[in-house]
Structure formats: C-alpha cells, structure tokens
C-alpha cells in the first residue's frame, strides 16, 4: 500500500456510520485537485473493504457509485447504518453528506 492509499484510507476511516461523503471531497480533503478519479481507483484497491468504509465513499450527485461487492451490497450497507436510499441515489443529502 502507498502513502497516499494510507493517507486516503486514514481520512476515509473519520467518516461516520450513517453519513458519506463524495470521491471529490475526499480528494479534496487529502490535496488532490480533481482527484475523483484517483479516489475511485484507491477505493478499488482498498484491502479491507468492510473495515475501511469505502461504502460511504459516494458520487457528487448522491448516486451511490460503485462497489467491490456490488451496489445492492452497498444499499445494504449504507441502510443498515440509517442512510436512507431511494432509486439508487441518497435522500437527505445535506443531512447525510460528511464534509472533511
């Protein structure tokens, strides 16, 4: 694993059960200027998908995003934490969304 996996990994972990935050506000909070795409490449590699939230990790437009498991898998998650999902995207997003 590299540092800035480790960096993004360690970040990620602040973010708590029943809120997420998007692929640019976690990139913004690790000094990636328009970094999604690198973050969606660090959630991919991530080595302990469970025990690092990469779940929370969402899109800018509150549609889930992908998953190692699969997006019913991440519904599921993301549910069972009190994050409410309605076709795919989450509702209460200022409410649910985590700002670093």
Not at 28 to 39: D, E, F, S, T
């Amino acid at each position: 694993m590299n540092r800035l996996d480790q960096k993004v990994y360690l970040k990620l972990i602040s973010v708590p059960k029943g809120r997420v935050t998007t692929y640019g506000e976690l990139a913004k909070a690790v000094g990636l200027k328009n970094g999604q795409r690198v973050i969606g490449q660090i959630m991919n590699r991530n080595p302990f998908p469970v025990v690092i939230p990469c779940h929370r990790v969402v899109k800018s437009d509150g549609k889930m995003g992908g998953f190692f498991y699969g997006e019913n898998v991440k519904k599921k998650m993301l549910s069972n934490e009190g994050v409410k999902i309605q076709n795919g995207k989450i509702l209460d997003w200022e409410k649910t969304i985590f700002r670093f």
